[in-house]
């Protein structure tokens, strides 16, 4: 650590050692809970504990049969299906319609900036069990209940504000008299986005529609309320799992869902860091 | 000039109008339908039209006329053939308990015979028809728009004479819950900011690489799916889970002495720790970012201890991001529905989950939509105070 002097006393070290112990033990529990499900997802047992064989590395007391039986399942693979259609749909619609408010609202001759920003957040804030019951009585009034096409607006709808604050943010850093100097030279509007903003911008988009993604991939509110059986995602999947009848396939799913998290995590980390080199140049 | 700028004021603003009809319609439309149903409901005005059209001549003290009775028994009757009499009977009875099985009794005597006397048939029928009272809760229950599921959503009810008088405390369900709702949101978010303050300091003013290391830390769980991270507390914190096991293993606990972690109101305040601390720990750290470890060094050369120099110098620099940390905590965790229901068991439950109950299983859509709102309504107030200290557009997740 920079803060501090160069000598410690004795005191000063052990309130840094305090310090240091502490912090390790709130990493341990944002973490642990979630690498102990890898192991025992390998578990030979229907059991979520770990068993003597585990204990002792006997290798019979592991197998991949709850991946197995993943894999093999029906069920699990139309999830798979259903989580992706309705993710990457919602995720399309949501990253157009952000990128192009976002555009806007950056502008510095946006009217009402502070009111329509906060209207636009508003789904990310709101209470997801209102959002969901509201969007029931909508879509079945509309005669659009348990269908596809409610769930890919919902998910749509929760993931503009995420798309939005992103590119908003990437933005934020833009260089206007790019812009201004493309224009000059006789650029549109629209030559403009694409050579100019765009390229400038990209990963903040790249990572607003991963969030996007995310967030419709992660939900189960809305799909428990407007989805019916044909509409089960992987989150509705593993909750039915977690309520009815539990079993160790919840957690080989758990542990594929977290190398996904992963490598979601990692080209977002990779995006925003090509973003801050981008600025700085 | 001024016919530029007013140009650039409308590309700006027609560049953000498809994202506004978009949410307008798939959200704000959504919100609006559930704050009608929270004070319309037209079914059994639309059941009865004729009884309460008799009824609203009625004084509310004697015992209607005959022809009331008719009416009502005819209105039943036809109801009965459509088979649309249960589901008026239910809403009936939320008003007034018991009237679900007065109406079907009656309606079922009703079925075939023409009575001579039809207020005599009914009262033989069920001696409720006798009471002013039934028929009072009758004409209330006929009221197209009513604010009747805000007072059972505030534990209210109206007394004989209409006025609006407090539930007995053994009867009150939804204030309580709410309270309880906001005094677990309380404790998650105090218990998030003295986890996450340390961590967040660290963070702050380690090399770039480690505070990045720790950072991915920080973010990973952040990233992981909320129902991979409560499926695992569930693992962990069970009867027969880990660390149940490791605390009878290492001889702490006797066999039969495992605590129930999990199932409960302790299983819902761990896990929702964990999953919002993120949620803390990263405005934090975006404030502490900014607070230069110089003004640190400053105080302590000018003979001040570590601990005068954090409470005089850093804490006051942090402001900002506690605040922004706890308001954002606090308003998730006022929301929260997921893992409550998963990890909460009877005692763990939050508003949230009510509405659930009342949208899912006992169909009382009308009440969950006055919760519904009345939540909302709790959250907006804190978003408005969280835009006004900290602006929306400090929201970060990367």
Redesign the interface.
């Known amino acids: 650590?920079?803060?501090?002097?160069a000598s410690f006393t004795l005191g000063?070290r052990l309130?840094r050692g305090l310090?240091?112990a502490?912090?390790m033990a709130?990493?341990a529990?944002?973490?642990a809970?979630?690498l102990?499900?890898v192991p025992?997802s390998f578990n030979a047992e229907p059991?979520?504990?770990?068993t003597e064989g585990m204990l002792s590395l006997d290798p019979d007391a592991y197998s991949l049969r709850w991946y197995r039986n993943v894999i093999g399942d029906g069920e699990w693979r139309h999830a798979l299906v259903n989580s992706l259609v309705i993710g990457v749909s919602a995720t399309f619609?949501a990253t157009v319609?952000?990128v192009?408010?976002a555009?806007?609202?950056s502008?510095p001759?946006?009217?009402s900036r502070q009111i329509?920003?906060?209207?636009?957040?508003?789904?990310m804030?709101?209470?997801?069990?209102?959002?969901a019951?509201?969007?029931?009585?909508?879509?079945s009034?509309l005669g659009l209940g348990q269908t596809h096409l409610s769930l890919i607006?919902?998910h749509?709808?929760l993931g503009?504000p995420?798309v939005?604050?992103?590119v908003?943010?990437t933005l934020s850093g833009f260089d206007t008299n790019l812009s201004r100097a493309a224009s000059s030279l006789g650029a549109g509007?629209i030559v403009i986005f694409r050579r100019v903003q765009l390229p400038i911008i990209a990963p903040g988009v790249i990572?607003g529609a991963l969030?996007a993604f995310?967030t419709s991939?992660?939900e189960?509110?809305t799909v428990?309320?407007l989805g019916g059986l044909d509409q089960r995602t992987l989150?509705r999947q593993?909750?039915a799992g977690?309520?009815e009848q539990i079993s160790p396939e919840?957690?080989a799913v758990?542990t594929c869902?977290?190398v996904f998290?992963?490598l979601?995590?990692i080209t977002?980390?990779w995006l925003?860091r090509r973003g801050v080199r981008h600025a700085n140049r | 000039m001024a016919q530029s700028l007013r140009g650039a004021r409308i590309r700006a603003a027609a560049l953000t109008l498809p994202l506004v009809i978009f949410i307008t319609v798939t959200f704000f439309v959504p919100l609006g339908s559930m704050l009608t149903r929270s004070f319309h409901s037209p079914q059994v005005a639309d059941a009865l039209p004729r009884t309460l059209a008799l009824l609203e001549d009625w004084d509310g003290q004697s015992g209607p006329q005959e022809e009331t009775f008719r009416t009502l028994g005819e209105e039943f009757r036809s109801l009965a053939k459509q088979r649309k009499l249960g589901g008026v009977a239910t809403r009936i009875n939320r008003l007034e308990s018991g009237m679900r099985s007065t109406i079907l009794k009656t309606a079922r005597k009703l079925r075939r015979d023409q009575p001579e006397s039809w207020r005599e048939a009914m009262v033989a029928a069920d001696e409720a028809w006798g009471e002013a009272g039934t028929w009072r809760a009758l004409r209330r229950a006929g009221e197209r728009f009513t604010l009747q599921h805000y007072l059972n959503a505030l534990d209210l009810d109206r007394d004989d004479a209409g006025r609006i008088v407090t539930q007995p405390p053994e009867r009150r369900i939804y204030l309580p819950l709410l309270w309880r709702t906001l005094v677990v949101s309380l404790a998650i978010t105090v218990i998030c900011l003295v986890l996450g303050y340390p961590v967040a300091y660290l963070i702050a003013n380690s090399s770039p690489a480690r505070s990045n290391l720790l950072l991915l830390l920080v973010l990973l769980p952040f990233w992981t799916s909320l129902l991979v991270r409560t499926t695992s507390w569930i693992v962990l914190l069970q009867n027969q889970g880990v660390v149940n096991d490791l605390l009878v293993a290492i001889g702490i606990l006797g066999d039969d002495g495992r605590i129930a972690m999990v199932y409960n109101m302790t299983g819902t305040l761990i896990a929702m720790t964990q999953i919002l601390l993120p949620f803390m720990i990263l405005p934090l750290f975006a404030v502490m970012r900014t607070v230069s470890p110089q003004h640190l060094r400053a105080a302590s050369s000018l003979g001040a201890t570590f601990r005068q120099g954090f409470l005089r110098v850093y804490w006051p620099q942090t402001l900002p991001g506690v605040a922004a940390g706890s308001l954002l905590v606090f308003i998730l965790s006022i929301g929260y529905y997921i893992t409550p229901a998963l990890v909460g068991g009877r005692t763990g439950q939050l508003i949230s989950n009510m509405i659930a109950y009342h949208m899912q299983q006992s169909l009382n859509w009308g009440l969950a939509a006055a919760l519904g709102v009345i939540l909302l309504a709790t959250v907006g107030l804190f978003y408005f105070v969280y835009d006004r200290l900290v602006g929306i557009e400090g929201m970060r997740f990367s």
């Not at chain 1, 650590?1 to 002097?5: K, L």
């Not at chain 1, 059991?47 to 770990?50: A, D, G, K």
């Not at chain 1, 329509?116 to 789904?123: D, F, N, Q, R």
């Open positions: 650590m920079a803060v501090g002097r000063e309130e310090h240091l502490f912090c709130v990493f529990f944002l973490i809970p979630m102990i499900v025992l059991y979520f504990t770990f619609i319609l952000g192009l408010a555009l806007g609202l502008s001759y946006m009217p329509v920003m906060g209207l636009l957040i508003s789904p804030v709101t209470p997801i069990i209102v959002s019951a509201g969007m029931f009585f909508f879509y009034e607006l919902a749509a709808a503009t995420f939005v604050i992103t908003t943010a509007p990572a969030f995310a991939f992660d189960i509110v428990l309320f989150p593993m909750w977690i309520r919840i957690l758990a869902l977290m998290a992963v979601l995590l977002v980390e925003r």
